[in-house]
Nanobody
Framework: QVQLVESGGGLVQAGGSLRLSCAAS????????VGWFRQAPGKEREFVAA????????YYVDSLKGRFTISRDNAKNTVYLQMNSLKPEDTAVYYC???????????????WGQGTQVTVSS
């Protein structure tokens, strides 16, 4: 089990950028796949991106390709989500989650952070 803490959210104008961080505790974090999800008010939790334990594989929801980039630094036990050209529809609570194997569905993830709010104003 790993504990995850997201940070980096906030209020940004449309067209701006934010970088979210997901800091993990636990010596085995480097062996976990990590995903980012988001949930807007009144909507279901949505997959955003995932990265394998060795950064060899990344995967993005089609609608976000080219604007969002997931990366990780295992030496720092941290995964990042760089978000560029933000739009008001990107407003949501963003969560990171860890899974012992490669996973794209939220039910496959075992450990979750508490989330960080991202608000994009028009």
């Amino acid at each position: 089990q790993v504990q995850l803490v997201e940070s980096g959210g906030g209020l940004v104008q449309a067209g701006g950028s934010l970088r979210l961080s997901c800091a993990a505790s636990g010596r085995t974090f480097s062996s976990y796949a990590v995903g980012w999800f988001r949930q807007a008010p009144g909507k279901e939790r949505e997959f955003v991106a995932a990265i394998s334990w060795d950064s060899f594989r990344t995967y993005y929801v089609d609608s976000l390709k080219g604007r969002f980039t997931i990366s990780r630094d295992n030496a720092k036990n941290t995964v990042y989500l760089q978000m560029n050209s933000l739009k008001p529809e990107d407003t949501a609570v963003y969560y990171c989650a860890a899974a012992r194997t490669w996973a794209l569905g939220y039910r496959e993830y075992d450990d979750w952070g508490q989330g960080t709010q991202v608000t994009v104003s028009s």
